[in-house]
């Protein structure tokens, strides 16, 4: 199966933590990813995770990868305002035909209040 | 720096009419995709092409079309519109190996159909 999930939505004071969750059902991914999408616009990487790692520390995010449980999260350190936008998990298939594509969860919208 | 384009950033179109939507990157890149975008549903994938002239239909295809006649060019065609298809659209483009190279995103059609 191919259904990545996550919570709809967060909200988190200024300068605390945040954390948003996913969870995927197909362990063959080899790559994840954390995309961001801020109001009217498209999505934008934000980091990424390679399927052999447990972990990924870029400044203020920190990607978490736990394969048994088949969970993903991503950390964001000192939450600002600026980081109010829709977050996506997703991750790297090849389909049956043998070509890559991403699957998407359903987007967490953080909500950031100053 | 990567740029993908969509024709349109609103569209108002009526029940039954012809819809295209079209998409323009600049780097190159194998892979198209076209995508909507739901409250709740998240991303889901409705065509992609790996090459000229290729299509391979996503998950969600009925009441759509697509049309790559050149590299850097992927059309969704819309039919004869309805008001179920009222909603965010996506193109993105990728390298054909995607790993770290991931999607980039245009910045998205809201068409509403009345």
């Known amino acids: 199966g191919e259904d990545v999930e996550q919570s709809l939505f967060l909200s988190v004071r200024e300068g605390d933590s945040s954390v948003i969750n996913c969870t995927y059902t197909d362990s063959s991914s080899t790559y994840l990813y954390w995309y961001k999408q801020e109001p009217g616009a498209g999505l934008q990487l934000l980091t990424y995770?390679?399927?052999?790692?447990d972990m990924k520390q870029d400044q203020r995010l920190t990607v978490l990868l736990n394969k048994k449980d088949k969970h993903l999260s991503l950390r964001i350190a000192d939450t600002q305002t600026g980081d109010s936008a829709i977050y996506f998990c997703?991750?790297?298939?090849?389909?049956?035909?043998?070509?890559?594509?991403?699957?998407f969860g359903t987007g967490t919208k953080l909500q950031v209040i100053p | 720096d990567v740029k993908v384009t969509q024709s349109s950033r609103y569209l108002v179109k009526r029940t039954g009419e012809k819809v295209f939507l079209e998409c323009v990157q600049d780097m190159d890149h194998e892979n198209m995709f076209w995508y909507r975008q739901d409250p709740g549903l998240g991303l889901r994938l409705i065509y992609f092409?790996?090459?000229?002239?290729?299509?391979e239909k996503g998950d969600i295809p009925e009441g759509y079309s697509v049309s790559r006649e050149k590299k850097e060019r992927f059309s969704l065609i819309l039919e004869s519109a309805s008001t179920n298809q009222t909603s965010m659209y996506l193109c993105a483009s990728s390298p054909r190996l995607m790993g770290v190279d991931t999607q980039y995103f245009g910045p998205g059609t809201r068409l509403t159909v009345l």
């Open positions: 995770i390679f399927s052999n790692m």
């Open positions: 092409s790996y090459d000229v002239k290729m299509k």
């Open positions: 997703a991750e790297n298939l090849s389909n049956s035909g043998g070509y890559q594509k991403v699957t």
